[in-house]
């Protein structure tokens, strides 16, 4: 399985939400744990200008699932399905990642693939 070093999670390389210099603890099976940087970019005023939000994130990923059928991935790919973002510091901008849980007592948000993909 590839360990990722950069993950996008919403939007695409000039305005979105991403995960970079992801660094992982544990990677198997039944789940990975890893820490990184988030970084949130709104293109507010504009994408030259904004550099961005990046605060440092401690990830939990877990709930390997199939890839869906058509989705371009080879036979037996799984993926991480629940995705979660813990913030041990600073928090992202509440209006782009609303934080809803905790997590090991961190602010944090979490993400459920629905229809799950591979690159």
């Known amino acids: 399985m590839e360990r990722p070093t950069d993950v996008l999670l919403e939007g695409c390389n000039s ?3 991403w995960l970079e210099k992801m660094s992982w603890t544990v990677w198997g099976p039944d789940g990975a744990d890893g820490t990184g940087t988030d970084v949130v970019k709104t293109c507010t005023p504009d994408c030259a200008s904004d ?3 990046r605060n440092p994130v401690v990830v939990h990923a877990s709930n390997p699932q199939p890839a869906s059928p058509g989705s371009g991935c080879p036979a037996g790919i799984k993926f991480y399905a629940d995705l979660v973002l813990a913030f041990p510091e600073t928090l992202p901008p509440s ?3 609303p934080t ?3 997590f090991q007592g961190m602010p944090a948000i979490q993400y459920s693939a629905k229809h799950p993909f591979c690159t």
């Open 15 to 17: 305005a979105g939400h």
């Open 95 to 97: 209006e782009q990642v």
């Open 100 to 102: 809803d849980i905790t």
């Open 51 to 53: 550099r961005g939000t």
